[in-house]
């Protein structure tokens, strides 16, 4: 068992084990490179907001009605820190369990969660298919309209930014930031 936070390959195998879906894939990268993000941007360990943002979901595509409770189970199985466990299932909060985000970084994730979700979609309806050339202001037009990526819950993404004291268009610029550094792997490079 460890006690420390394993490697992004480790967390990356372990994704792989439970999740074949390529989307939910991309998902889990989309999410790690803007935690990567957001965790440079603010001084953080890149490598531990990093992992947790690969790994969030890591029950979602095998356990979707039990989500966040077996990623829990498996964490502990795999001997991952408590903190780390806390910060996975606190993306979950109000959805499917009632683990607050406390932690910067657990704010962060429990609202870039969805707005990776939206600001991927808002790209690939553009005629570049890609994030590269993606501005805010757009994805803000997408946000008016309630149709449009509909799976996308905007109440979390609401709520997160109120626990994070910021507003919609200045996470918008960080999430798009950090999806460019990772487009070609994530799908959203220019075709």
């Known amino acids: 068992m460890t006690t420390h936070l394993p490697s992004r390959e480790e967390a990356l195998d372990l994704l792989r084990q439970y999740n074949q879906n390529q989307s939910l894939i991309h998902h889990a990268l989309s999410v790690e490179a803007v935690m990567r993000y957001l965790a440079r941007q603010r001084g953080e360990d890149e490598e531990q907001w990093g992992v947790i943002g690969l790994i969030h979901d890591l029950d979602y595509e095998k356990f979707p009605e039990e989500h966040c409770h077996k990623t829990k189970t498996i964490l502990e199985d795999q001997g991952w820190p408590e903190d ?28 870039i969660d ?17 994030v ?58 220019y075709r």
Request: hydrophobic share 40%; proline share 2%.
């Open 114 to 130: 969805e707005l990776t979700g939206l600001v991927t979609a808002a790209a690939l309806v553009r005629p570049s298919r890609s």
């Open 132 to 189: 590269l050339d993606l501005e805010a202001k757009s994805v803000l037009k997408k946000w008016r309209q309630k149709n449009f990526a509909a799976g996308v819950n905007r109440e979390v993404i609401e709520k997160g930014l109120r626990m994070l004291g910021m507003d919609l268009e200045e996470l918008t610029r960080e999430v798009i930031m950090g999806l460019r550094e990772k487009a070609g792997e994530i799908g959203l490079g």
């Open 84 to 111: 780390s466990i806390r910060a996975v299932i606190s993306h979950g909060w109000g959805l499917c369990n009632d683990v607050e985000p406390r932690t910067d970084l657990e704010k962060f994730l429990y609202t």
